[in-house]
């Protein structure tokens, strides 16, 4: 059980990136204490889906013992483990492996305890739980504590306590205390408010404060008999030279039973407060997670004192925190109590030792129960539950093999069952001074009954006991009972299933085979927890039984495997090799032919009749198991060279039995006895076991009832052949609407031609467009990210509806990215994107982006109606999208990087012949990746959203793409939140000299080499998951290996030791005036921290127009409202706003600050995606003219100055406006869609 538990990872943390879901440990608690006969309740947590807690309950009526432990672990750091943290392993006594101390070893203990109460009448209940987050967040604790659950007279929580009954601990709190004050040159202290000033000011008060609890709490029971305040680390300022802005102290408060965690966090920030109320400074206190509260149970009561008398431990308390609290709040009397020690907790290399495990189990379950030697000395009462267990047992057995086995062979097949008694059995007797009481050996296999039940085609369960003649019952070993029946019968194979792994070499490979002999001196040397069985299946084989077989019962079909095949899937263990590689004789070219029929249908192979294979059966050598051929290849000499040909393996045996390996090494063995010096090897593709390769086109248009289909597919250009071949779906963006999608048709075709010439039947597509440059600053802009929704359903609902087995999806504007990649992720079939390409600049190196600051430059009077004009008719050459490094280019870069599109698909020129062999590729890859049984599941990790926001981040790119990446993981399942942007850019710099911000288009950077060799320079600085799967069917690293560097003398992508920012530019801010999260672009250029008055605007179209006629002024902060996904509706851009700010030379003097979006051309202090949004009635909504605006992009704060009071009025005077619309798309996307901080998609809360 605890190597099953191990094996599952559970990591719980407050950090998304390595926080993992802990439903597989559950559903292997519940499953087998289903198979005790609890009754087992599964409580998914109502805000993470993702994790569950258990509550199994045995027994029925008041009062009862529950045994609680919780199921995640601490995060860790693989490469100080000297063992896989996930491979449960023994050593010198010890189990090591992630958990096995802390805390996953308490369940087997508890289950073992379980055991002993099965079939007897319980006066109470007893109840098992198992918990969620206990490491991170005691969400789990809280959860049941909401429910009432469970209830109960005793409660034990497992923790490493090393036996010790634990009846009190620490209450635990992180807290942290920020300083918000105002920068300034610091020449002139007056220039602002210094936090590190008012931050001495509270070390001071927290040193005292620390003392006074010191003074007025004492507890001698614990080691540290007094509260602590540990003050951890602070993080303050930017600059000597300015004054400092802002502080944070993060500090570990600890305090004894009986404190008020609450109460004393209340008096310690109105001591703060108090203290710096003259300096100026706002103060914030929170706490990282809700506080874990003390915990202290009653020294003298019976759990307590039973526990420590059972255990010979005496009653204690512990430094570290537990769900004590919460068990006790319910009612219970609790001690924290379990098997391992602490010491050995949250350290590399955790493990449990055995005797812990022991100790555990005989107080908990059976006291007069142990082993001598390897065999189990039985009691009464063991003999007791045996039985009981057994029999429950055999009865699920019944049923289920009656029915059949689910998803095998035998499904719905009638087998008759029998489940009776077939040994005879016969006390062990007094061993080395021990009476084995109950605890018997195989005295006789019936072995006459056994073979007429089986001459009947009945299957036999046998359980491990017996009975002596007369008439007591026994406690058998399984292992021996399984052994002598097997011998009885000289059976054909004799299985022995374990929790244990498989054996291993030196090189840590599987061991397939062995021989009796050859494990005769391992088996003298080891006494690890395979020995015992080993022996067993050595003794079977020599005494007659063909072979023996150890297999893990945690690999997933392993049964199936052992009874379907003849190689299995564990360590076999034979007397002679009964797999090997010999030359072929005629009698075995029918079994050639079996093996490479399938091969040369599927074109693998060259045909080859069965003539000529008799006329050249002495070239052949046949891979032979049992007696059945199962693979062949053939050495054609000439001389010093010879030919290898007709490599085959049959499908049933291609994975995981080494055959092939097997015939090339013995092809190499002959090819030099026949002094061959160079064997070579024609061929066109490489074998690689496929998955069904029609499996959504063959419902639609195989079979007579789907002729009516095929009907309607003959017009549109169907030959009878193509109704055989997979059918991918052409996804085109194609319109006249935007030049973005003006050439996507001609791409399109190219796509098709490369799907039917690699043998699908390619169908091609139209979904829709809009163009945000066109409709920028108009009502149309509503509809643009509406946009993104509506492309993203279309697809779906042609390539579900059309049956297509794959599809490629060629997108050029803005929303036409992200939308194919949103379709991509939800139907989950192979599929390839294709970027329509950038267009190239207009004269003087204009793009649309010169225009739109065109018109603020026209509006200041700085350009005339003729220069204007000039502009205007010469930005845009022709097709392709936008370019600089703005949404599209962006998205098309962060879609490479996510492994969705082919290698440098993102850096070509819309017109251009590599864009056009892109395409043509794409439909070829497609056909690929079906043949591989790929799909966007298998790139679209989290480890490749990462890879997405890195290349991001890198380029300098689109604030959208936070936006994007966002609704593209939730439509693949993947979480992902605006903090993972903030870890992530922590350590990425911004490296390519882009417009807008930069210098250089996107057409440039292609003249250099495109996007792989930044990437490239990324995977070398470990910046990039090298390992994450794309579409051509190899590895990011892979793609990447042949890559060259850039020009040495170009200046486009700037070197790692040299950025443009040191980290990202998309700067997730946080505060009062945006809760929920904000996103801003700050590339250095505009300065990283701005404090202005507010000037509000309702709607871009009023912003708009004060900034033209000049009522924006230096120093303002624009807000922009009720542009959100719901209250826009659409969420409009605000590229016209800040071209115009640029335009008008206010860059640096104003900050504009919306909860609509900004273009990817967007520049200045900008910051959008505000949420909550102001048609929810998010803070945004509350600011008036000249409130006060700060915001500090290195804290990463964005603050409204107004009392809380004040707003709290405010919001009391708040009124929802009426909306945009009550008809049509957008009022049906305003009703669907969601906060900006969750990629504002439209499917998230259906239900």
């Not at 009796?516 to 040397?525: E, F, K, R, V, W």
């Not at 600050?1153 to 051309?1161: E, I, K, Q, Y």
Request: include cysteine; hydrophobic fraction near 40%.
């Amino acid at each position: 059980m605890l190597a099953t538990l191990v094996s599952e990872p559970s990591v719980s943390s407050l950090t998304p990136a390595i926080d993992r879901s802990n439903l597989r440990v559950i559903e292997h608690l519940a499953n087998w204490l289903d198979a005790l006969g609890f009754d087992t309740e599964l409580m998914p947590l109502p805000d993470a889906p993702h994790k569950a807690n258990l509550v199994a309950t045995l027994g029925s009526g008041e009062g009862g013992l529950v045994l609680a432990g919780h199921t995640d672990t601490v995060p860790f750091d693989e490469t100080k483990w000297q063992t896989d943290p996930f491979t449960m392993t023994e050593k010198d006594n010890r189990l090591y492996g992630l958990g096995a101390c802390d805390m996953k070893g308490f369940f087997p203990v508890a289950l073992e305890a379980a055991t002993t109460f099965i079939d007897k009448k319980l006066t109470a209940p007893l109840t098992i739980v198992a918990t969620s987050d206990e490491e991170s967040s005691m969400a789990g604790a809280r959860y049941l504590v909401e429910g009432g659950k469970p209830k109960a007279s005793y409660g034990i929580i497992g923790e490493p306590t090393g036996l010790m009954p634990v009846y009190a601990h620490k209450g635990i709190a992180f807290i942290s205390i920020k300083l918000q004050g105002a920068s300034g040159h610091s020449s002139n202290p007056d220039l602002g408010c210094n936090a590190l000033d008012s931050m001495h000011k509270v070390m001071s008060d927290l040193i005292a404060f620390r003392q006074e609890l010191a003074n007025d709490h004492i507890n001698p029971a614990f080691e540290v008999q007094v509260p602590t305040m540990n003050l951890g680390c602070m993080h303050a300022g930017d600059s000597p030279n300015r004054i400092c802005s802002h502080a944070e102290l993060q500090i570990d408060m600890r305090l004894l039973p009986g404190m008020d965690t609450n109460d004393t966090i209340k008096r310690l920030q109105e001591r703060l407060q108090k203290a710096i109320a003259q300096c100026g400074t706002a103060l914030t206190v929170t706490t990282q997670y809700p506080p874990v509260p003390p915990f202290e149970s009653d020294l003298q009561g019976d759990l307590v004192q039973t526990l420590a008398t059972h255990s010979g431990v005496a009653p204690g308390t512990v430094a570290f925190g537990t769900e004590g609290h919460f068990l006790q709040s319910l009612g219970m009397e609790t001690v924290v109590w379990g098997p391992g020690s602490i010491d050995q907790a949250h350290q590399p290399n955790e493990y449990l030792a055995r005797d812990q495990i022991g100790a555990a189990q005989i107080e908990l379950a059976l006291p007069e129960s142990f082993y001598h030697g390897h065999r189990r000395v039985t009691d009464e009462l063991a003999m007791s539950t045996i039985t009981a267990v057994n029999g429950q047992l055999r009865t699920r057995l019944e049923a289920l093999f009656s029915t059949g086995l689910p998803n095998s062979p035998l499904h719905k097949v009638d087998i008759p069952v029998i489940a009776g008694n077939f040994i005879t059995a016969q006390p062990m007797g007094i061993l080395d001074g021990v009476d084995h009481l109950f605890t018997g050996s195989v005295r006789r296999v019936e072995t006459r009954r056994i073979r007429n039940s089986l001459d009947g085609g009945a299957l036999i369960i046998q359980s491990p006991v017996g009975y002596s003649p007369s008439g007591q019952v026994f406690n058998l070993p399984a292992e021996e009972v399984a052994t002598e029946i097997a011998i009885a019968l000289q059976a054909d194979k004799l299985i022995f299933f374990d929790e244990v792994a498989h054996l291993r070499d030196e090189q840590g490979k599987r061991i397939s085979t062995v021989t009796p002999g050859s494990l005769d001196q391992a088996l003298a040397t080891t006494d690890d927890a395979n020995a015992t069985r080993l022996r067993y299946l050595q003794q079977a084989v020599r005494r007659g039984v063909t072979k023996s077989h150890l297999v893990p019962f945690t690999d997933d079909g392993a049964l199936l495997a052992e009874l379907f095949t003849a190689e299995g899937i564990g360590t076999q263990v034979v007397e002679q090799q009964h797999k090997g590689v010999r030359a072929a004789t005629r009698e075995d070219v029918a079994g050639i032919v079996e093996v490479i029929r399938p091969l040369e249908e599927s074109g693998a192979l060259v045909r080859r009749e069965r003539d000529r294979l008799e006329q050249e059966i002495d070239n052949f050598l046949v891979a032979e198991l049992d007696g059945i051929v199962v693979g062949c290849c053939a050495v054609y000499p000439y001389g010093a060279q010879a030919e290898l040909a007709c490599v085959g393996v049959h499908e049933n045996y291609q994975a995981g039995n080494g055959i092939g390996a097997r015939l090339l090494a013995a092809a190499e063995e002959t090819a030099r006895n026949n002094n061959v010096n160079t064997l070579f090897v024609l061929t066109t593709q490489t074998r690689i076991p496929m998955a069904d390769e029609r499996p959504y086109s063959s419902i639609v248009v195989d079979g007579v009832e789907q002729a009516p289909s095929r009907a309607m597919l003959y017009p549109v250009g169907f030959t009878e052949e193509d109704f055989k071949k997979p059918q991918i779906g052409i996804a085109s963006t194609w319109s006249m609407v935007t030049p973005c999608n003006m050439h996507i048709n001609a791409l399109a075709d190219e796509a098709v031609k490369g799907a039917d010439a690699a043998g699908a039947k390619a169908v091609l597509f139209n979904t829709i467009t809009v163009s945000d440059g066109i409709s920028m600053g108009t009502p149309g802009m509503r509809y643009s990210l509406a946009s993104r929704e509506v492309i993203a359903d279309s697809i779906e609902t042609v390539v579900g509806a059309q049956g297509f087995d794959g599809f490629v999806a060629i997108g050029g504007c803005d929303k036409n990215m992200p939308a194919c990649g949103i379709a991509i992720a939800r139907m989950n079939r192979p599929a390839v994107f294709v970027y329509g390409g950038t267009i190239m600049p207009g004269a003087e190196r204009r793009d649309v982006v010169s225009v739109f600051e065109a018109v603020g430059q026209h509006a200041a009077g700085n350009l005339s109606d003729i220069k204007l004009k000039e502009i205007e008719s010469t930005a845009i050459p022709g097709p392709g999208s936008c370019g600089g490094m703005y949404t599209a280019n962006t998205m098309a870069s962060a879609m490479e990087a996510l492994g969705l599109s082919l290698p440098n698909s993102s850096a070509q020129n819309a017109i251009s012949d590599a864009k056009k062999q892109d395409s043509y590729n794409a439909g070829a890859a497609v056909r690929n990746l079906i043949k591989l049984g790929l799909k966007p599941s298998d790139m679209l990790s989290r480890e490749a959203f990462e890879n997405a926001i890195t290349v991001t981040i890198a380029l300098e790119g689109s604030t959208n793409a936070v936006l994007h990446l966002l609704a593209i993981a939730h439509a693949a399942g993947i979480p992902l939140e605006l903090d993972d942007f903030t870890r992530v850019g922590a350590r990425v710099p911004v490296l390519a000299d882009m417009r807008p911000a930069g210098v250089y288009s996107m057409s440039e950077l292609i003249a250099i080499g495109g996007i792989q060799p930044l990437m490239k320079t990324l995977l070398n600085e470990g910046l990039l998951h090298g390992d994450c799967m794309t579409v051509t069917g190899k590895t990011l690293a892979e793609n990447l290996a042949g890559v060259a560097d850039y020009p040495s003398d170009q200046k486009i992508i700037r070197p790692m030791n040299n950025p443009i920012k040191k980290d990202s530019h998309l700067v997730i801010l946080r505060g009062n005036l945006a809760p929920e999260g904000a996103v801003a672009k700050i590339t250095g250029h505009e300065g990283l921290n701005f404090t202005g008055k507010a000037r509000c605007f309702h709607g871009e179209e009023a912003g708009m127009a004060a900034i033209m006629d000049g009522t924006v002024q230096a120093g303002d902060v624009v807000i922009i409202r009720y542009e959100g996904p719901k209250g826009g509706p659409g969420m409009r851009e605000m590229l016209s706003p800040t071209s115009a700010i640029n335009g008008r030379g206010l860059s640096d003097d104003v900050a504009l600050l919306t909860d609509g979006r900004f273009s990817g051309g967007s520049r200045g202090f900008v910051i959008g995606h505000v949420t909550p949004e102001a048609f929810e009635g998010g803070p945004i909504a509350l600011v008036e003219d000249g409130d006060q605006i700060t915001v500090d992009a290195e804290a990463k704060t964005v603050i409204l100055h107004v009392d809380d009071a004040t707003l709290e009025k405010r919001k009391s005077q708040w009124q929802r406006p009426a909306p945009y619309t009550t008809r049509g798309t957008l009022a049906k996307y305003a009703k669907l869609v969601t906060s900006a901080s969750e990629g504002a998609v439209t499917d998230k809360y259906l239900d």
